[in-house]
């Protein structure tokens, strides 16, 4: 089965509020990253966060080992918030892919 | 911000024909990494290079891919025979050493018809 379950697949927000995305994972980790993915395709990364949390602005990354999960928090959403938000739990050196990706949580923003 | 190169953005190809795609690791980075993301988001990891050399690839890309890292040159990833399933975003990403994040590319988007 897929090592890393990512919910919810959607999530539409007024402006304003605030976001909540998880991540639950079956294997053991070397870190969670989490993505941000343009429409356009590029990702770009929000936070590589092994264990405990971590801030960036209005983002918030929690990792928590113990229970196999990490979750990404977005406060006082923004239209230009919108877009797909992909979690990728990182095996390690003896991974050979070393990323297993969830299948992204869509979120949509609106004024 | 990442500076993983990738070109071209877009390719179109005809089955049966070959598609190859580039990408420019960020300076120093010698770990480097392919990976396919299909429309329903889906990642497959396609293979990996360190120094030049590949470490792991899958069994399609043994099979049907092309693929080098060489050194003072563009790494590059090349379908030798397109087929319509192999329509996806190509995603390039390369990485200081094995324990660091990887910084990935825009992408290649490969539309095989």
């Known amino acids: 089965g897929q090592q890393v379950q990512q919910s919810p697949a959607s999530l539409v927000l007024q402006e304003g509020e605030n976001a909540e995305l998880q991540c639950n994972f079956s294997?053991?980790?070397?870190?969670m990253q989490w993505f941000y993915q343009r429409p356009g395709g590029s990702l770009v990364s929000l936070f590589y966060n092994p264990s405990g949390t971590k801030h960036s602005g209005r983002l918030t990354s929690t990792t928590v080992i113990k229970e196999r999960r990490s979750s990404l928090h977005i406060s006082s959403s923004q239209t230009t918030d919108s877009g797909t938000y992909l979690c990728a739990l990182d095996g390690g050196q003896g991974t050979g892919s070393k990323l297993s990706f969830g299948k992204g949580a869509k979120l949509t923003v609106s004024p | 911000n990442s500076k993983v190169i990738q070109t071209p953005r877009y390719l179109v190809k005809g089955q049966g024909q070959k598609a190859k795609m580039r990408c420019i690791p960020e300076k120093g980075h010698p770990v480097v990494f392919w990976y396919q993301q299909n429309k329903n988001n889906e990642f497959k990891f396609l293979i990996n290079f360190q120094n030049q050399e590949v470490l792991q690839q899958i069994d399609m890309t043994e099979k049907r891919f092309s693929a080098e890292c060489p050194s003072n040159s563009p790494c590059s990833l090349e379908i030798q025979s397109s087929e319509a399933g192999d329509s996806a975003l190509y995603l390039c990403?390369?990485?200081?050493?094995?324990?660091?994040?990887?910084?990935f590319g825009s992408g290649t988007r490969l539309t095989v018809l």
């Open positions: 990403a390369s990485s200081l050493n094995w324990a660091e994040t990887l910084y």
């Open positions: 294997t053991s980790l070397n870190s």
